[in-house]
C-alpha cells in the first residue's frame, strides 16, 4: 500500500481514507475504515466512467446483485453510491496478496494440493456468485486474494456495468474488452452471450498459472490479436499441471462451454479432507508478515484539500464528462463524497424514503450499526396499512353479508353478483395497477388507487340494492391498483437484503393475518352498530393511507438501478387482464353453479389458456412487463405458483373458523372474530422469525417446506375436529399451527419472488404476485360446497402441493454475511 497524495480525498462516503491499495480497470482503489472501526476497501471509478448515466445504472444493478454474493470465498460488498460524483463501492477488506504477487513475486508456482485447494475453494466461490445471478467476466490472478484460510475471489460481477453500453459508449470510445486478455474464455474473445460457463473457463487458465507461473496460450509471448486468435481457436497446453488436475483442467478449458463442469461438479472433483495446510510454510509466513504490516501502517496526517477543479455552480459530474480521464497514474481531482450513508449496508442511493430501516433491527454490520432514520420504517407501515385497507373492506363486507341481505332485501343471485363483480374487478385491473406503477410510479398508483377506494367506500355506505354491483365492481378496481403499489413500496424501499427479508416477513404477517382481524371489526360492527358503519371502517383508515402517501412516497426513490421506466405495452396488459378475468369468472360461476361440463368450465378454460398464453409470451419477448428473463428463473415462477397454491388453501382457514366457531361452537360475530386473531399473531411471529432465521444461515427451501407442511397440517386438523369439542382443546391448535405455518413460509415465497427483479419492474412482479393470489382465492371457493372435512383435506393438499413446488424451486443461498446485501429490486 501507498501513502495518500494531495489529490487524493480524506473522505469517500462514510469511509475515512488512510492508503492507497493500487489502480485497476474500473479506477482507485483505497484503504479506508468506517466509523466504528472496520478496515474496507474503497474502490472509485474512472471519471470516463462517472460521466455516464447508462454506466450508473448498470453500476447500481451489478453492486445491488453483487451484494447477495458476500461468503466464505468472496470479498463481501458493503455498501456504494452510485449517486456520488464519483462512483464508489465498498467491500470487506482481505488482508493478504493476490495470487498473481504469490506465483510471480514470492513463491513461484504452487504445489499440487495447494492448486487443489485453490480449484475447490474458486469453485465455491464461483458458484454462489452465480446463484446471485451473476457472472463474474474477469476471474485472474490478480482478482484472487490470498489468505492463511483460503483463497477470496474479489470485483464479482462489477465488470458487467461496463458491458453493453448502447450507443456513444465506453466502448465504442475506447475499443475496450470486457476481461484480462491472459483470462478470457472463447465467448469474450467473439463477442457472445456470456454464460457461467464463462468463469470456468477462466478458473481453468487461473489453475494452469497457479501451477505452472506461466499464462494460457502465451499471452506475454505474442500480440494481442494472435493471442485472442489462440484462446478462440487453439487447444492450451498444459504442460507442468499436475497428472491427478489435468483432465479437470482440460475440461475447464473446453471450448464449447456446454461441455464444461460446473462449479459444483469442480468443488465435488477436488474436495480434501482438510488435514493439510492448503499453503507452503514459506507463502504462510509472507501471510502472517503481510497482516503485520496493515496493523503496523500509521496513515500521515490528512493532507490539505485540493483546489477545487471546477467553479462550485458547476455539477462535478458533467465537469467529469467533460473533460474526461486523468492523466495516467493521476487519480481523478474531485472533492470528498459527503457521508450521506452513514454507515454500511444501506443501500446506494440518495436519503429519503429508502433510508435506513432501524439500527435495533437489523445493523449492517456488528462494529458499524447505523442510526435508524424512521422514513423506511414509515413507509413499510404505510404499505401494511395498504394491505390491511384492502383485506379489512374484502373480509367486512362479507361478514356483513347476511345484514345486508336482510336489511336491502337483496336477493341470492344479486348478492353473487356483487361479490363477483368485485373479484373479476380486482382480477382486471390488478396487472395494469402493477403496469402503472413501474409506468408512471408508486406515488401516483397508490394515491390513485387510494382515492378510487375513498369514493366506493363512501358510495358502498349509502348504497342501494341496485347500487351495490357497481359500488363493489368499483371497490375491486381500487384494490387492483392498491395491492401491487403497496408490495412494490416493500420491494423498492429496502435494497438491503436482510432488511428486506424483515419487511417481507411484516407484509407476510398482515396478508395471512388481516383477514382475522376483519372477522373481528365485522363482528363488532355488525352487531353493534350497523352493516353500514361497517362499510365505512375503511374510510379514516384510507384517508391516513392518502396523507401519508403524500408525505412519504416521492419518485424517483433509492432502490437498485432505477433504469428507464418501461414503454406502456396495452396489448400485453389487456390479453392478461381479459384471461385472469375470464378465469376469476369462470370458477366463480362453476361454483354458484354446482354443476358438471357448462359455460362456467368452459369460460375457466378459455381465461386459462389466456392466461397461459399470456405468460409464455411474456416469458419469450424481451420487453416483457416483468423484465428480460423474468419468467425464465425457475426460482422466481416457483415462488410464484407456490403463492398460487398457498392462496387457495389460505381463505379455506378462515372459512373453516368461521364455520366452527360461529355455526358448530354457537360462539357470535365479535367473539369468533376475537377467537381468530391467534392465527394472526402467528402468522406475523412466524414470518418475523423466518426472516431472522434466512439471515442466520437456514435456507429458503426449509422454511417453506417446513411452512406449507405446518399449514396443511393445520388445515386438516381444523376440517376434521368433531363437533362436540371445544375451542382450546379443538380449533386453537389447528389456527395456531396453520397460521405460523403460512408465516413460515410466505416470507420466503415474498422475497423469491423479488430476487433480482429491477426496481423499474417492482410493480408488474408485484402484480403477478398478486394475481397469483387472486386465481388462488377464485380456485379455493370450488372447495366450499362440501363439507368441512372435504374442504379441509382439499385446502391441505394445496398447501402440501406448495411445499413440493416450493421444496424444488427454491434456491438455497439464505444465508448473508452481516453488512452485505441488496437486490436489485
Not at 383485506?391 to 344479486?414: C, K, P, Q, R, Y
Amino acid at each position: 500500500m501507498d501513502q495518500l497524495t494531495a489529490e487524493d480525498p480524506t473522505h469517500i462516503g462514510p469511509y475515512r481514507l488512510i492508503a492507497r491499495l493500487g489502480a485497476g480497470g474500473m479506477g482507485l482503489v483505497y484503504l479506508g475504515r468506517s466509523e466504528g472501526g472496520r478496515t474496507v476497501a474503497v474502490k472509485v471509478v474512472q471519471a470516463e466512467y462517472a460521466g455516464n448515466s447508462e454506466f450508473r445504472r448498470r453500476f447500481a444493478r451489478e453492486v445491488a446483485a453483487a451484494r447477495l454474493v458476500g461468503g466464505s470465498w468472496t470479498a463481501a460488498v458493503l455498501d456504494a453510491d452510485h449517486e456520488a460524483a464519483v462512483p464508489w463501492v465498498a467491500t470487506q477488506y482481505i488482508p493478504g496478496p493476490d495470487l498473481h504477487s504469490v506465483v510471480a513475486k514470492d513463491y513461484g508456482p504452487l504445489p499440487e494440493h495447494s492448486v487443489r485447494a485453490l480449484a475447490n475453494r474458486l469453485a465455491l466461490a464461483l458458484g454462489t456468485v452465480h446463484e446471485a445471478g451473476l457472472i463474474h467476466r474477469d476471474l485472474k490472478p490478480s482478482n484472487v486474494l490470498v489468505t492463511v484460510d483460503g483463497p477470496r475471489v474479489i470485483d464479482f460481477g462489477i465488470a458487467r456495468a461496463m458491458d453493453s453500453l448502447a450507443g456513444d459508449s465506453l466502448h465504442t470510445r475506447t475499443g475496450m474488452l470486457i476481461g484480462s486478455p491472459g483470462f478470457m474464455s472463447p465467448e469474450q474473445v467473439r463477442g457472445l452471450e456470456l454464460t457461467p460457463a464463462s468463469d470456468v473457463f477462466c478458473l481453468g487458465a487461473v489453475l494452469v498459472y497457479a501451477a505452472t507461473g506461466r499464462m494460457l496460450f502465451g499471452a506475454t509471448d505474442t500480440g494481442l490479436n494472435a493471442h485472442l486468435f489462440r484462446i478462440a481457436e487453439e487447444e492450451a497446453d498444459l504442460t507442468g499441471v499436475p497428472d491427478s488436475l489435468v483432465d479437470l483442467v482440460r475440461a475447464c478449458l473446453e471450448k464449447d462451454p456446454a461441455r464444461r463442469p460446473t462449479p459444483r461438479q469442480i468443488a465435488e472433483r477436488t474436495a480434501a479432507d482438510g488435514t493439510e495446510e492448503w499453503l507452503p510454510g514459506s507463502v504462510l509466513a509472507q501471510l502472517g508478515r503481510h497482516a503485520a504490516q496493515l496493523l503496523d501502517f500509521a496513515p500521515p496526517a490528512a493532507p490539505a484539500p485540493p483546489t477545487p477543479a471546477v467553479p462550485a455552480q458547476q455539477d462535478p459530474r458533467v465537469a467529469l464528462a467533460q473533460h474526461g480521464a486523468p492523466p495516467h497514474g493521476t487519480p481523478p481531482a474531485y472533492a470528498p463524497t459527503a457521508p450521506a450513508q452513514p454507515a454500511a449496508g444501506q443501500g446506494f442511493g440518495p436519503p429519503g424514503p429508502a433510508a435506513a430501516w432501524s439500527a435495533a433491527t437489523a445493523p449492517a454490520h456488528p462494529y458499524d450499526v447505523p442510526p435508524a432514520d424512521p422514513r423506511r420504517r414509515r413507509i413499510l407501515a404505510l404499505a401494511v396499512l395498504v394491505q390491511l385497507l384492502v383485506e379489512l373492506d374484502l373480509t367486512v363486507f362479507g361478514g356483513s353479508a347476511s345484514f345486508i341481505h336482510m336489511d336491502l332485501g337483496v336477493g341470492s343471485d344479486l348478492m353473487t353478483a356483487v361479490f363477483r363483480g368485485y373479484m373479476v374487478a380486482v382480477a382486471v385491473v390488478i396487472l395494469l395497477g402493477g403496469h402503472l406503477v413501474d409506468r408512471i410510479g408508486r406515488r401516483k398508483t397508490l394515491i390513485t388507487g387510494l382515492t378510487v377506494f375513498l369514493v366506493a367506500a363512501a358510495l358502498n355506505g349509502s348504497a342501494t340494492a341496485e347500487m351495490l354491483v357497481a359500488t363493489r365492481a368499483l371497490q375491486g378496481v381500487a384494490a387492483g391498483l392498491l395491492v401491487p403499489a403497496a408490495l412494490a413500496l416493500v420491494a423498492r424501499a429496502f435494497t438491503d437484503p436482510r432488511e428486506r427479508r424483515t419487511a417481507f416477513g411484516v407484509y407476510a404477517g398482515v396478508a395471512v393475518g388481516g383477514t382475522a382481524v376483519g372477522m373481528f371489526v365485522s363482528g363488532i360492527f355488525t352487531e353493534l352498530l350497523s352493516w353500514r358503519m361497517a362499510v365505512y371502517v375503511g374510510v379514516p383508515l384510507a384517508v391516513l393511507a392518502l396523507i401519508a402517501g403524500l408525505r412519504l412516497v416521492r419518485e424517483p426513490v433509492a432502490a437498485a438501478g432505477p433504469g428507464t421506466p418501461p414503454r406502456f405495452d396495452a396489448g400485453a396488459v389487456l390479453f392478461g387482464s381479459v384471461g385472469l378475468g375470464a378465469l376469476v369468472y369462470g370458477l366463480d360461476t362453476v361454483r354458484v353453479a354446482e354443476d358438471t361440463p357448462g359455460p362456467g368450465w368452459i369460460l375457466t378454460a378459455v381465461g386459462l389458456l389466456m392466461l397461459l398464453g399470456f405468460l409464455w409470451w411474456q416469458g419469450t419477448t424481451p420487453d416483457s412487463l416483468f423484465g428480460p428473463d423474468a419468467l425464465r428463473d425457475g426460482h422466481r415462477t416457483g415462488a410464484l405458483l407456490a403463492l398460487l397454491l398457498l392462496g387457495t388453501a389460505l381463505p379455506v382457514l378462515y372459512y373453516l373458523v368461521t364455520m366452527r366457531l360461529q355455526f358448530m361452537l354457537g360462539f357470535g360475530p365479535i367473539t369468533a372474530g376475537l377467537m381468530a386473531l391467534p392465527a394472526a399473531l402467528a402468522a406475523v411471529v412466524a414470518a418475523g422469525l423466518a426472516a431472522n432465521r434466512l439471515s442466520a444461515g437456514t435456507t429458503p427451501r426449509a422454511l417453506v417446506v417446513t411452512g406449507t407442511l405446518f399449514t396443511a397440517a393445520g388445515l386438516a386438523a381444523l376440517g376434521a375436529v368433531p363437533e362436540d369439542l371445544d375451542y382450546v382443546v379443538s380449533v386453537l391448535p389447528a389456527l395456531l399451527v396453520a397460521g405460523a405455518g403460512a408465516g413460515l413460509a410466505l416470507m420466503p415465497l415474498y422475497a423469491a419472488a423479488f430476487d433480482g427483479v429491477p426496481g423499474e419492474r417492482a410493480g408488474a412482479v408485484a402484480a403477478l404476485a398478486g394475481a397469483a393470489g387472486q386465481v388462488g382465492a377464485g380456485s379455493s371457493v370450488l372447495m366450499l360446497p362440501n363439507t368441512t372435512l372435504v374442504v379441509g383435506s382439499s385446502a391441505a393438499v394445496a398447501a402440501l402441493l406448495a411445499m413440493i413446488v416450493g421444496g424444488l424451486t427454491a434456491r438455497g443461498r439464505g444465508a448473508v454475511t452481516p453488512g452485505t446485501g441488496s437486490t436489485a429490486g
